[in-house]
């Protein structure tokens, strides 16, 4: 079921959501809304995933699409025009589309309050830019979660800075997101070594914020050296860790699986694919308390690594700590 508004209100907005789901057309068991705030280019692809992770978790899905005029002389009356669908057409809850122009687009989190779910959480995406502050945003500062991702602007590493510098607890970014799989193999084979760890290397394509993360995340864990190394990608794709026993090695440079070598060990294959946006969405909505891993491991991303060299004839006495 999709109705479709124009010149329209929140009041409005919430009649057409109240018909639908008195017609039988779903929106029932909703846990929490997903605020995605994004332009008309990066619209379709964002409320797809949206819509996507939805199914695992049933949201009402307001999808703040900001129409500025083109020119100050330009600028009219707020405009609000809304495209509500329920039901099949909205994945396991419902998906309001609302388009700003003018005036309304400065007062964005006026138009949304009203749509809120009342007595759940609000989690806010921005898929593409991001505000400086996230948390200091009118449209953050209503969730109790704020997800940016900083793989999709011009400048990742920049990006990624300003993230470190304006963090406050609930955010968090996809670039980190992406990690989860890495994260999970370097633990699990860790646990296999009890050697400590003297130095590692993250392998990735130039600029990519995931492998940044990753290389900060091990240096705070371990208290080691890390270095970073360009390759042709996809995104991370290996990562080195040297120990006083020899080397554990995980390497993915295409494709769907990876390969994680111990020295003294058969080598092993593992399934470590990219994953799509709808299931990072989906898997940040699994918590909504405040990421300490990430808030651990960004704030150093202020200042470029000095990137030592790895040097695997090193040995050291300090303990593996996660």
Known sequence: MITELTHTTAGRINKAL?????NGSGGFGMVLTLVVVTDEENAHDA???????????PSRILAVIKRPARGSRRRGEARVDAEVRIGADAGSGETVLLRL??????HAESVVLPLLLPDAPVVVWWPADAPAAPAEDP???????RITDTHAVDEPLRELAARAASYAPGDTDLAWTRLTPWRSMLAAALDQVRAPVTSAVVESEPGNPSAELLARWLTERLRVPVEQRDTDGPVVTGVRLYTGSG?????RPVGVTATLSITGRPTRTLALRV???AELIAEELRRLDPDDAYAAALPTAVTPPSRPR???????DRPVEW
């Open 275 to 277: 994953r799509s946006t």
């Open 101 to 106: 122009y003018d005036e309304a687009v400065d």
């Open 47 to 57: 409320v797809k995933a949206a819509t996507e992770a939805s199914r695992e978790h």
């Open 310 to 316: 790895a040097d695997p004839a090193r040995t050291g």
């Open 139 to 145: 449209l953050g500062a209503l969730a109790q979660r």
């Open 247 to 251: 080397e554990i090695h995980i390497d």
């Open 18 to 22: 109240t018909e639908g789901r008195a």
